[in-house]
């Protein structure tokens, strides 16, 4: 392999691979990228057996070839390396050479046959949305994947494929996110978990503008835009009927802005520690009192206006479950469901978009 690459390009492509490089693997081979040099182009590979990404950019190539490069220390190197063209080679051994001005440096590595191969996907069923929708959907939605690795089934989001529409589910238990989108055809019926890391790789590399392609095999699906190519297995299981938790509408709204409810929040949370993360909302006759006492550390209340007919409520919520959901809602004017200290808060956009959080219990 002999080639000539712009340092920015190169740089850049590292990027959008090295996420999912794990120098902890029991495997030595998954700290490495593999990089392989085709005619006119390079292509960057990394995988850890769960998820793969592949980088492909156009560059100029003088001789076809392979070699996997530990990962970390090509993209130290590369990173350090002057603003100036760089000159890579493999060598008989296993071993890169890297050029670039002045700068000279040899590592070694190992052959492209002891590199996993990544699924392929021939002839298998696909859907086109625009990445500007999907962007969004997935924006709006997976803050609410659950962490808890004990809960396997809510580590990932689940995507309902129905008729014309794609409908996007997260919930960790304490909050739900729903999100339902046109996109534009119908497709066949079908439901997969896509996991929480091909989601953080997805929210990284969407754009705003162009068509992000969505092929699904039995238990893996890729999705290929720009230059870049995700492939990543689904979760196995059932995911929970989220409908039964879904309340109906509630007559009496608490209708308030946006920026000012969040950024009351935002205040109140300051007084929170890991064993007393709630704050009161007391939800009064058109006016909303939030508020945090700490014994240990202080007060803090501010009182909000807000168009509310409703009976009086006093409930506590976790403020980062609702700034988490307040700062990606499009829209500056709200009406959120709230009908209990112990029924869970909704905020609905019309049929499209739903987020339900459960209150916490007040000190």
């Known amino acids: 392999m002999k080639i000539k690459i712009l ?4 740089v850049k492509n ?21 990089i392989e040099a085709e005619k006119n182009n390079i292509k960057l590979t990394s995988t850890d057996l769960d998820i793969g990404i592949i980088s492909r950019f156009a560059s100029e190539v003088d001789e076809v070839g392979a070699i996997t490069i530990p990962a970390k220390r090509f993209s130290d190197i590369v990173k350090e390396l002057p603003d100036e063209d760089i000159l890579i080679n493999t060598l008989k051994n296993n071993s890169m050479t890297i050029k670039c001005g002045k700068c000279f440096f040899k590592i070694l590595g190992l052959p492209k046959e002891d590199f996993p191969k990544l699924p392929e996907f021939k002839d298998e069923p696909h859907i086109m949305i625009e990445q500007g929708v999907f962007k969004k959907m997935l924006a709006m939605t997976h803050f609410s ?19 014309n529409h794609l409908i996007i589910v997260a919930t960790e238990g304490k909050r739900l996110s729903f999100i339902k989108r046109d996109i534009g055809k119908n497709v066949q019926n079908r439901s997969i978990i896509v996991p929480l890391k091909a989601i953080y790789e997805l ?28 492939i990543s297995r689904l979760i196995e299981g059932e995911f929970p009927n989220y409908e039964q938790v879904i309340p109906a509408q509630a007559k009496e709204k608490l209708l308030i802005q946006r920026e000012q409810i969040m ?3 935002k205040r109140a949370a300051l007084l929170t520690t890991p064993d007393s993360q709630s704050v009161r909302m007391d939800i009064l006759k058109n006016k909303l009192i939030i508020s945090k006492s700490n014994p240990n550390i202080g007060e803090a209340r501010e009182e909000i206006e807000i168009d509310y007919k409703g ?11 609702l700034i988490d959901v307040l700062k990606v809602v499009p829209t500056e004017e709200l009406a959120i469901e709230i009908i209990g200290s112990d029924k869970p808060a909704v905020l609905r956009i019309e049929d499209w978009y739903l987020y339900l959080v459960l209150p916490m219990q007040l000190a």
Do not use: C
């Not at 340092?7 to 190169?10: D, M, N, Q, V």
């Not at 994947?145 to 008729?163: P, Q």
């Not at 009976?311 to 479950?321: D, H, L, S």
């Open 7 to 10: 340092k920015t390009e190169l």
């Open 311 to 321: 009976p009086e409520v006093t409930v506590g919520f976790n403020p980062a479950y």
């Open 145 to 163: 994947i659950s962490h808890d690795e004990t809960r396997y089934v809510l580590n990932g989001a689940l995507f309902l494929f129905k008729k």
């Open 263 to 265: 950024l009351g929040l």
């Open 14 to 34: 590292i990027q959008n691979i090295q996420n999912v490089i794990s120098s902890r693997s029991n495997l030595p081979i998954l700290s490495n990228v593999l």
């Open 203 to 230: 929210n990284r590399v969407l754009k705003d503008e162009g068509m992000v392609k969505m092929t699904f095999s039995e238990n893996q699906v890729m999705f290929e835009l720009n230059n870049i190519i995700i």
